[in-house]
């Protein structure tokens, strides 16, 4: 366990979806040789210029304060806040049920950063930055596919990369060992582009 795999993480935190594979990734950690490496990407960016529900359309207008203000935060302290960030907005809006910008606002505060921070939810000021994060995710596994997208090294140098796994709850232990186990083989097969059935559970962040 002492040299750990890379494996790059692309999330939107508003994504339920995402939040739940994301703490399954924090599972495999624990008993698999890997270490997640965060990164942003965006529904907004994703969903723009395409036919949406007004109801949508309303919700990625509000997507993009969180995103900004990571990214924002990124800067200023560094890749490791990423994770951190997310760590806590994502709790705070999948598991406590604040809405994002006093999700944000008290995950800055958990974290003893600045508010000034908030600025960055309604400024384009880091919009360029999160645009080339998002593209060098999405431009891993296509256009019609959303977050998370999971990336690992190949073993022929290239990475392998796949959105998902979609999943609920987070299996936990070795039983999430052995689900990454099978998203590996599977997404390392060549030719293999998908699986999937309709899902019929709501996420469940337990």
């Given at each position: 366990?002492?040299?750990?795999?890379?494996?790059?993480?692309?999330?939107?935190?508003?994504?339920?979806?995402?939040?739940?594979?994301?703490?399954?990734?924090?599972?495999?950690?624990?008993?698999?040789?890997?270490?997640?490496?965060?990164?942003?990407?965006?529904?907004?960016?994703?969903?723009?210029?395409?036919?949406v529900p007004?109801?949508?359309?309303?919700?990625?207008?509000?997507a993009w304060?969180?995103?900004?203000?990571?990214?924002?935060?990124?800067?200023?302290y560094g890749?490791?806040?990423?994770?951190?960030?997310?760590?806590?907005?994502?709790?705070?809006?999948?598991?406590?049920?604040?809405?994002?910008?006093?999700?944000?606002?008290?995950?800055?505060?958990?974290?003893?950063?600045?508010?000034?921070?908030?600025?960055?939810?309604?400024?384009?000021?880091?919009?360029?930055?999160?645009?080339?994060?998002?593209?060098?995710?999405?431009?891993?596994?296509?256009?019609?596919?959303?977050?998370?997208?999971?990336?690992?090294?190949?073993?022929?140098?290239?990475?392998?990369?796949?959105?998902?796994?979609?999943?609920?709850?987070?299996?936990?232990?070795?039983?999430?060992?052995?689900?990454?186990?099978?998203?590996?083989?599977?997404?390392?097969?060549?030719?293999?582009?998908?699986?999937?059935?309709?899902?019929?559970?709501?996420?469940?962040?337990?």
């Open positions: 366990m002492s040299e750990r795999t890379p494996v790059d993480f692309w999330f939107d935190p508003i994504c339920p979806w995402a939040w739940i594979t994301s703490r399954w990734m924090l599972e495999v950690e624990k008993v698999r040789p890997v270490q997640v490496r965060w990164h942003v990407m965006s529904l907004a960016v994703l969903n723009e210029g395409r036919e007004a109801e949508y359309a309303d919700l990625m207008l509000t304060g969180p995103v900004r203000t990571i990214i924002a935060a990124q800067r200023d890749d490791d806040m990423v994770g951190h960030l997310y760590t806590d907005i994502g709790t705070r809006i999948h598991v406590q049920g604040e809405d994002y910008v006093a999700a944000v606002q008290h995950a800055l505060r958990g974290l003893a950063l600045p508010d000034a921070l908030l600025d960055a939810a309604t400024s384009e000021e880091f919009d360029a930055k999160l645009r080339a994060s998002h593209a060098e995710g999405i431009g891993l596994v296509g256009e019609d596919v959303g977050t998370p997208v999971i990336a690992v090294p190949g073993s022929d140098g290239e990475r392998v990369a796949f959105f998902g796994p979609v999943i609920t709850p987070a299996p936990k232990g070795e039983a999430a060992g052995r689900l990454w186990d099978g998203v590996i083989l599977v997404a390392s097969t060549p030719g293999f582009f998908e699986l999937k059935r309709t899902r019929t559970a709501d996420p469940d962040f337990v």
